[in-house]
């Protein structure tokens, strides 16, 4: 896209970056942690990909719903959910968005409409189907964003929930981030296609293809898709190419791929790609170290909040399994 020209654009483009540092900030804070034994289970990071989430969820409005994967930091971070809460959560502390019970996979705040975090691969693309149909049945004007990797786009559910949101043309988006290895298979050997976003083809519907690399580049294209599905012309199928800096999840040493590989890809680097718009557009380097800073000192207050958090009780592994009070 063009530099930002105007005092709106420019201060629209800090903000953009505001939220991607805080997704990087984050998430390293959230590797040191793990790496410290403090987090346990699985965790995914987002460091890499923050321009598809922030861009993404940028074009929403506030009663659009969204569907994450289990590599849901950064979406729900994008979509203003508390870090305190969110660190918390990793740490299993009873201060967690969801109390201890869902961890790093398992982020959920129903009063920002964000869905999940899912830890099935693929098996959430029809429960946002399922979203989005809830949306035209009440005739309510929401948009349902669901994002996905391009291994979920060979899992039976993909299929089944895009056939449905054609038939139905439901107000369902689809992205798919593609960060060119499902856990340590590259694409090559598992995909029939080079880009997932021709597979809309078979169900009619709308699609598109972008690099992830310029926040406002994904929000541009994706807005394009959430008001095409809130006038009622049906889903898009999107795939956004993208790339993780890091393994995996915290346990992948990333082996598969080689150092030139990753240098070549962080060279695109959405971060510096946008600080350096940021600077030509005339913003001082000392303004952006010092949001940095603020950043930096939000995250380390969510880590402390998490660390001096209570654990849940033992007796809070059996709510939320039944219905209550039926």
């Not at 849901?72 to 299993?92: C, N, Q, S, V």
């Not at 590989?261 to 680097?269: A, F, S």
Request: hydrophobic share 35%; charged share 30%.
């Amino acid at each position: 896209m063009s530099q930002p020209k105007t005092k709106k654009e420019t201060e629209d483009l800090l903000e953009l970056y505001r939220q991607m540092l805080l997704i990087r900030r984050f998430e390293e804070a959230s590797a040191k942690a793990y790496s410290m034994g403090k987090i346990g289970g699985f965790c995914h990071l987002y460091i890499g990909q923050e321009a598809v989430g922030v861009g993404a969820i940028s074009a929403l409005e506030e009663k659009d719903y969204i569907v994450s994967t289990y590599r849901d930091h950064g979406h729900a971070l994008a979509r203003g959910l508390d870090p305190k809460a969110l660190m918390a959560e990793l740490y299993g502390k009873k201060t967690g968005i969801v109390h201890g019970n869902g961890g790093s996979m398992h982020f959920f705040d129903k009063a920002k409409n964000f869905m999940g975090g899912h830890g099935i691969v693929g098996g959430h693309i029809s429960l946002a189907a399922g979203m989005a149909y809830a949306s035209k049945y009440r005739n309510d004007g929401a948009v349902t964003l669901c994002f996905f990797g391009e291994g979920a786009a060979n899992i039976g559910s993909f299929h089944e929930g895009m056939n449905l949101a054609a038939i139905w043309k439901l107000p369902l988006v689809m992205i798919c981030e593609n960060n060119h290895y499902a856990m340590g298979t590259p694409e090559y050997r598992a995909l029939s296609v080079k880009d997932v976003s021709v597979r809309a083809i078979a169900y009619d519907i709308a699609r598109d293809h972008i690099e992830g690399d310029e926040v406002r580049k994904v929000r541009e294209h994706v807005k394009v898709a959430v008001e095409r599905a809130r006038r009622g012309e049906g889903p898009t199928l999107m795939e956004i190419s993208t790339y993780r800096f890091r393994g995996h999840s915290m346990s992948d040493p990333a082996k598969y791929r080689t150092k030139e590989e990753l240098e070549k890809y962080k060279q695109g680097d959405p971060l510096i790609r946008a600080e350096k718009d940021l600077l030509n557009s005339g913003w001082a380097q000392e303004e952006l170290t010092k949001l940095d800073e603020t950043i930096l000192k939000h995250v380390e207050d969510s880590v402390d909040f998490a660390e001096k958090s209570e654990e849940p009780p033992l007796g809070w592994l059996y709510k939320h399994v039944y219905a209550e009070n039926v």
